[in-house]
Structure formats: C-alpha cells, structure tokens
T-cell receptor, first 109, second 113 residues
Framework: EDKVVQSPLSLVVHEGDTVTLNCSYE??????LLWYKQEKKAPTFLFML????IEKKSGRLSSILDKKELSSILNITATQTGDSAIYLC?????????FGQGTRLTINP | EAQVTQNPRYLITVTGKKLTVTCSQN?????MSWYRQDPGLGLRQIYY???????DKGDVPEGYKVSRKEKRNFPLILESPSPNQTSLYFC????????????FGPGTRLTVT
C-alpha cells in the first residue's frame, strides 16, 4: 500500500531558528513530490520536485528530493512567526496523490 | 481573481439528511477533486474528475456521490450522512491532471450528529 510519512508531527521553535521537516515515501511509480503549506484552511502550493528537478528554493524555503532514500526535506531558515502552519508532503504515483499526516510547525516570538 | 469556491463553509446536520456541498472554479481547469481531512490521517481523496462527465473513485468514496455536468462545477453529495463523515472537506482543481499544481478551495467544515 502506498504510504507517505512525515516527521516530526509537531515542532516548536523560536523565531530565527532554522528547521528541517522530513518526508519519506513508499509509492508505486513515483512521478513527483509536492510540499504544501496549510495555515488557516486551504493548503497552498510550495514546491514540486521530480526526477528532473530534485532541488527547489524560494526565499528562505528550500527542498531537496533524495530518490535513492525515497525521501525529501523542507528547510526553512531564519524562521518567522508567519511560518507557523501545517506543512504537508504529498507524493504523486501512477494514478493518485498520497498525502502525509503533516507537520505542525509553531514559531514562537 | 482565480479561485476555487465552496459552499457552505460550515454545516451542522443530522444523520440521514441529504446534503450537497458545491464547488466551483473559474480557471477553466480540467481536473477537479474532493478530499477530506481528518486529524492524524492527512488529506484523503474521495472522488476526482478528469473532465466533464468523467468521474472516478478516490481512496475513500463510500457514502459520497459526485457529478460533473459542467467544467466549472463539481458538487459533492452525501445522500445519507453519518457521524463518521464529520470532517473538513476540500475541493481542488488543476489544469489537466495531478502532475500540475492543485488549487484548493477554502474548505467546508461538516458536522453530522
């Protein structure tokens, strides 16, 4: 059965810290891995990583795909209170998108 | 503004009373999907539609129906809601299929008593 596991499930840090969120997967016929940020309600798209694009960066956020280890990390540097959210990892296989449970990140001032 | 809208945003209902949650997108997207989100389980796909009149089951379709008569609308129907369908529901759309970025609606919080 296809599976996506995120860790940690919850993380509390101070503003300015750097955090690393993890996502590991077992999905048949891997096509891409996606990261979403969910603040109040709807998830918003952050990155899509594929075999041809294993590293993405946008401002203080960056993500790397390790196809050998079947995993990905999402790094956030110099965290701000506005980074507080649930971060979702999802993996697209042959026909479907499988989501992880999410990591709840809290940034304290 | 490009967006996915859902209505209602909040709904409390009783077991067995049929309800419909509407979803509409204004981006001319081909692909639309419904998810439910439950604590500790992440987002799970209920149904999806690749195009008008084409729908298929996702991971958790039991107790739900959908229709896609027009490209922009994809309503979710609960014919006889039960308490285990209490959840947060999201509609999403993408340009063609899941290899493209999905845009999510604001969510519908449903409580079935």
């Amino acid at each position: 059965e296809d599976k996506v596991v995120q860790s940690p499930l919850s993380l509390v840090v101070h503003e300015g810290d750097t955090v690393t969120l993890n996502c590991s997967y077992e999905v048949t016929n891997f096509r891409s891995l996606l990261w979403y940020k969910q603040e109040k309600k709807a998830p918003t798209f952050l990155f899509m990583l594929t075999s041809s694009g294993i590293e993405k960066k946008s401002g203080r956020l960056s993500s790397i795909l390790d196809k050998k280890e079947l995993s990905s990390i999402l790094n956030i540097t110099a965290t701000q209170t506005g980074d507080s959210a649930i971060y979702l990892c999802a993996v697209l296989g042959a026909q479907k998108l499988v989501f992880g449970q999410g990591t709840r990140l809290t940034i304290n001032p | 503004e490009a967006q996915v809208t859902q209505n209602p945003r909040y709904l409390i209902t009783v077991t067995g009373k049929k309800l419909t949650v509407t979803c509409s997108q204004n981006m001319n997207h081909e692909y639309m999907s419904w998810y439910r989100q439950d604590p500790g389980l992440g987002l799970r796909q209920i149904y999806y539609s690749m195009n008008v009149e084409v729908t298929d089951k996702g991971d958790v379709p039991e107790g739900y129906k959908v229709s896609r008569k027009e490209k922009r609308n994809f309503p979710l129907i609960l014919e006889s809601p039960s308490p285990n369908q209490t959840s947060l529901y999201f509609c999403a759309s993408s340009f063609a299929d899941l290899s493209y970025e999905q845009y999510f609606g604001p969510g519908t919080r449903l409580t079935v008593t």
